[in-house]
Structure formats: structure tokens, C-alpha cells
């Protein structure tokens, strides 16, 4: 059983492109998370989503950030007209139940985006 | 959220246990304690977690405290491969996420 597989593990941008980090989820889960971690930082929540629903997206930018988690396929985080500051880890957990049931997630090794 | 407080860092050596402590004198009656870890250049993983009673794994033991205002992990034979920052963390009753905190740093000289 394969866990969670995030791609691209390392991805390089130019200020103001855009970034997008996909998150396939262990087999069977349909809760995935988000992560960022800046350099020397702890891991802040983003947003968690259920297959096509954002159920809790208090930890995201109002602007630039944007997640899917449609009916077929991974989930992707997107990064509009990167800047310096978007620099960090990318990190996705998933869960067959919701964290407040079983608090056990499943992390993948995240997505390092370098904003040149 | 409910807070915990955990020491920056530790530091222990090799084949000897650890004991990881984690306050939390805020909790609430139905709150789990969790613990993850993040190795370096790596997601967090799962360690144990735990309410009331004591608990053991593969990985670790927990040790909750009788008034559930503390509780301490566990290494009871650490390893090179053990050097991580350990997160205590608190899941709410109807919490939708995980909230992570800075957690401890663990040194394990060989």
C-alpha cells in the first residue's frame, strides 16, 4: 500500500509564476491536509478538504492560495504569482476518517518550492 | 486550541531511554494527546497517542499523567535514527485539524 505521494518533490519558480503541488492520498483516504513549513519553522495547517469539499481553509492566504480535492485524482494546492516569501516546505497528510475521530494522519515527504 | 508547552530541545545518548515531557494543563476531559515526529528533510509521522491510560507501540510508550495535565513519551532504547522534533499535540473534541506546535528538538549522541 503506497503512502501518500506528493509531486513534484522540489520545484523551482520565477516571481510571479504560478506553482502547483499535487498530493495523491494513501488508497481508501478521503480527508487530505496541507501543510506549510517555512525554513527553521513549525508546521502551520493550511486547509482540509474531503473529495470535493473544502471542509476547513482558515490556515490559507486570501489571496494567491488555492486547493482542490476533486472527485477523481489528487489533490492540488495552487500558488498563484509566487513571491520570495512562498519559499517552503509543502507538506499533505491524508486519513480515512476525519483527525478528530482518529487523529492519526499519514504525511507525505512534501514539496520544497524555491521562489528565485 | 488547547496549548502544550515542551521543552525546546533534549538531548540523550544512544541505547538509552528518553523521556519526552509535554504539559498541557488546559486540557479537556475528551481531548487526545498525540505525539508525531519529523525526522529531518521529512513529513511528520505518527508516534501514539493516547486519553487516560498508559500506552505502549512498537515505537514508544505514553505516559499520561493521573490528572491528564502532563504526559511524557517514551524512547525506551534510543537510536541515531531517533534524532527528531518530537510534537506533543492536542486533538480537540470536533477538531477538524491538527494544530502543531514547536515542539522538541532530540539530540542522540552516539
Known amino acids: 500500500n503506497a503512502g501518500v505521494m506528493q509531486n513534484p518533490r522540489h520545484l523551482v519558480r520565477r516571481r510571479g509564476q504560478e506553482a502547483r503541488l499535487r498530493c495523491s492520498p494513501m488508497?481508501?483516504?478521503?480527508?487530505v491536509y496541507w501543510y506549510r513549513q517555512l525554513p527553521e519553522e513549525g508546521l502551520k495547517f493550511m486547509v482540509y478538504?474531503?473529495?470535493?469539499?473544502?471542509?476547513?481553509e482558515s490556515g490559507m492566504p486570501k489571496e494567491r492560495f488555492s486547493a482542490e480535492f476533486p472527485k477523481e485524482g489528487p489533490s492540488i494546492l495552487r500558488i498563484q504569482q509566487v513571491v520570495r516569501g512562498d519559499s517552503a516546505a509543502y507538506f499533505c497528510?491524508?486519513?480515512?476518517?476525519?483527525?478528530?475521530?482518529?487523529?492519526?494522519?499519514?504525511f507525505g515527504e512534501g514539496s520544497r518550492l524555491t521562489v528565485l | 486550541d488547547a496549548k502544550t508547552t515542551q521543552p525546546n530541545s533534549m538531548e540523550s545518548n544512544e541505547e538509552e531511554p528518553v523521556h519526552l515531557p509535554c504539559n498541557h494543563s488546559?486540557?479537556?476531559?475528551?481531548?487526545?494527546i498525540h505525539w508525531y515526529r519529523q525526522l529531518p528533510s521529512q513529513g511528520p509521522e505518527y508516534v501514539i497517542h493516547g486519553l487516560t491510560s498508559n500506552v505502549n507501540n512498537r515505537m514508544a510508550s505514553l505516559a499520561i499523567a493521573e490528572d491528564r495535565k502532563s504526559s511524557t513519551l517514551i524512547l525506551h532504547r534510543a537510536t541515531l535514527r531517533d534524532a527528531a522534533v518530537y510534537y506533543c499535540?492536542?486533538?480537540?473534541?470536533?477538531?477538524?485539524?491538527?494544530?502543531f506546535g514547536q515542539g522538541t528538538r532530540l539530540t542522540i549522541n552516539p
Open positions: 488546559t486540557i479537556s476531559g475528551t481531548d487526545y
Open positions: 478538504l474531503q473529495k470535493e469539499n473544502i471542509i476547513d
Open positions: 488508497k481508501g483516504h478521503s480527508h
Open positions: 499535540i492536542l486533538i480537540i473534541q470536533g477538531a477538524q485539524k491538527l494544530v
Open positions: 497528510a491524508s486519513s480515512p476518517l476525519a483527525a478528530k475521530n482518529t487523529g492519526e494522519l499519514f
